[in-house]
């Protein structure tokens, strides 16, 4: 039902298009002439405007460079004095200023500064003007001066040579300062080339319609613009100003290009079949290459999600694109089978974890050792110590079979562990003595059941005798990396020395030989919790204090990574 659905929507889809390309053809049979004339319209007031805001452009940027020229007054005049080798310097730094002003504005031909009083010329100059027209400048330049300190042109036209040229000048004392625009430079900045318009021209005139400059054929300089038209009725004229009206643009296209555009319905109409005819293969190839690949991609994802792990998407296409989703969306299906394998080992190794940490709690000596005292206080008459023991013993078994793979709050702990300590005292009397520096704040933190009991058990076990005193500190307080918060817990042992087999164990990940005697047994097992617990490496270290004695230092992270409870929920 959902393909037919889809099928006859595309269907619909296609039948619309068809009909809208053929009303799209009747609209533009009907309407051809007039959009174009006024498309033509546009275009060519759109090509005024650029060639307005071009010449606007070139010829202020121009006019600009001449007033920093002019701003040179000490080296104008120097230009005009009679000391030799100052005016030698003047001449020297005015043709690097005029060459730098010539390098900065390509659209100048030439930047030239005439002296009158002992004829001289300055001029930076590009290819486009020759050494035989120099003398035609200077000659023109020189008639123009008369001596005074004020601008004395604006942009005007002339002949020099055999070429058409705008000049604008200053006149400053004998010095004619100018810059040049040949009608070859104008053709370049303005490019010609580019309308996009056959059979058109474009003109530059006065400001009483003389031609100074155009990219037409047939005519002459100062012709008159209307001649243009009188000569070809079928010429239309548009026409443009620049600099305030002081020149006029004309932009001429004959007329019969707009019959043109009325037998191009023929070509218009062969783009409609021909986009009719790619918009069918466009279907073709979508639904070949892109949604048969994606119906494929949810039938194995249906297949996935039902437990078929073994599905993978194995369709053929000649396109690159579905290719790498396939191969991405295989590796993705991949990954996450070995990911759910990996999580099942883990649980595995988890369940070995707890039953080698509940063992370890159950471990034989503790209950002989407890029994053992026991016995040693009746026959001594000690009824009251055996209560008090019996009352601890009994509170730190409850205790013990409460244990697993979950946190407890801190303060529960140290209680535990006090309760302990109180047996250990009736067994060794006064051999030892433990300081706690527990902050009040830190009372409910979740730390991971036993782990102090377990350290206090070791230390009893290896280090703790009656022919010795020995002094135990535990220290709690908060440790930052990065994000991460922790707790820091601290075990400073008065006595006794870690193994180095310990201490590469714990600090360096090497191997440890387990020994018949068990010991090390506790030590590798907090470890793995820890490991299995915060899913972090390293949150055990040991050392060994110099000249005797240990420390134990514990990270606990705020945040637990797996519990008891939420295996629960995950099953």
């Not at 079979?401 to 407890?408: E, I």
Request: proline share 2%; charged share 25%; with cysteine.
């Amino acid at each position: 039902m959902k393909k037919r659905k889809i099928r006859s929507t595309m269907g619909v889809f296609f039948t619309t298009f068809l009909l809208l390309q053929i009303i799209l053809l009747f609209l533009y049979k009907a309407f051809i002439v007039d959009i174009a004339k006024k498309n033509e319209e546009n275009l060519v007031e759109n090509t005024l405007q650029i060639y307005h805001n071009t010449m606007e452009s070139v010829l202020e940027r121009l006019d600009d460079n001449l007033d920093l020229l002019l701003g040179y007054r000490l080296l104008l005049t120097q230009l005009n004095g009679e000391n030799n080798l100052e005016k030698v310097k003047a001449q020297y730094q005015m043709l690097q200023i005029l060459k730098e002003k010539c390098q900065d504005t390509k659209e100048a031909d030439a930047y030239v500064i005439v002296n009158c009083k002992d004829n001289s010329i300055l001029i930076q100059r590009n290819g486009n003007i020759t050494y035989d027209t120099i003398k035609d400048i200077k000659k023109y330049l020189q008639k123009r001066n008369t001596f005074d300190k004020t601008p004395t042109s604006g942009w005007t036209s002339t002949v020099m040579g055999k070429q058409v040229y705008l000049v604008k000048y200053y006149n400053y004392g004998a010095n004619t300062i100018a810059v040049l625009v040949s009608e070859k430079r104008l053709d370049s900045l303005l490019n010609y080339n580019d309308m996009s318009i056959k059979e058109a021209a474009f003109y530059l005139t006065d400001k009483k319609g003389k031609i100074l400059c155009g990219s037409g054929e047939d005519w002459t300089y100062g012709e008159a613009i209307e001649n243009l038209q009188k000569q070809d009725p079928s010429i239309s004229i548009y026409q443009g100003s620049v600099l305030e009206d002081a020149y006029q643009m004309y932009y001429s296209v004959k007329s019969s290009e707009y019959a043109a555009y009325s037998t191009s319905g023929i070509v218009i109409f062969g783009f409609l079949v021909l986009s009719l005819l790619s918009f069918g293969t466009i279907v073709w190839y979508m639904q070949k290459e892109i949604f048969r690949p994606i119906a494929d991609l949810f039938w194995v994802s249906r297949k996935i999600h039902s437990g078929d792990f073994r599905a993978r998407a194995e369709y053929n296409t000649n396109s690159y694109e579905m290719e790498e989703v396939k191969q991405a969306y295989n590796d993705m299906v991949q990954t996450i089978l070995e990911m759910r394998v990996q999580k099942y080992e883990q649980e595995l190794r988890m369940k070995d974890v707890q039953l080698k940490y509940i063992h370890m709690q159950l471990k034989p000596h503790y209950f002989l050792n407890a029994l053992s005292t026991i016995n040693s206080m009746v026959y001594q008459h000690e009824e009251e110590n055996v209560h008090a023991f019996i009352q601890a013993f009994s509170q730190n078994i409850r205790y013990m079979f409460r244990t697993g793979l979950h946190t407890v709050p801190l303060q529960d702990e140290i209680k535990n562990a006090k309760g302990y300590l109180e047996m250990q005292r009736l067994m060794y009397r006064d051999c030892f003595y433990v300081y706690m520096d527990i902050p009040e704040e830190l009372l409910q933190y979740p730390v991971p059941q036993m782990i102090l009991h377990t350290f206090l058990e070791n230390i009893f076990k290896h280090v703790i005798s009656i022919d010795s005193f020995t002094t135990v500190l535990i220290q709690a307080l908060w440790s930052f990396s990065g994000k991460e918060v922790y707790l820091k817990l601290e075990l400073y042992i008065s006595q006794g020395q870690f193994s180095q087999e310990i201490l590469d164990f714990v600090n360096k990940d090497m191997e440890i030989t387990e020994k018949k005697d068990g010991s090390g047994i506790g030590i590798k097992n907090v470890k793995e919790v820890l490991k299995m617990m915060y899913q972090q490496d390293h949150l055990l270290y040991l050392e060994n204090l110099e000249p005797e004695g240990t420390k134990i230092t514990i990270w606990i992270p705020k945040t637990l990574k797996c519990t008891d409870e939420e295996k629960d929920e995950e099953r």
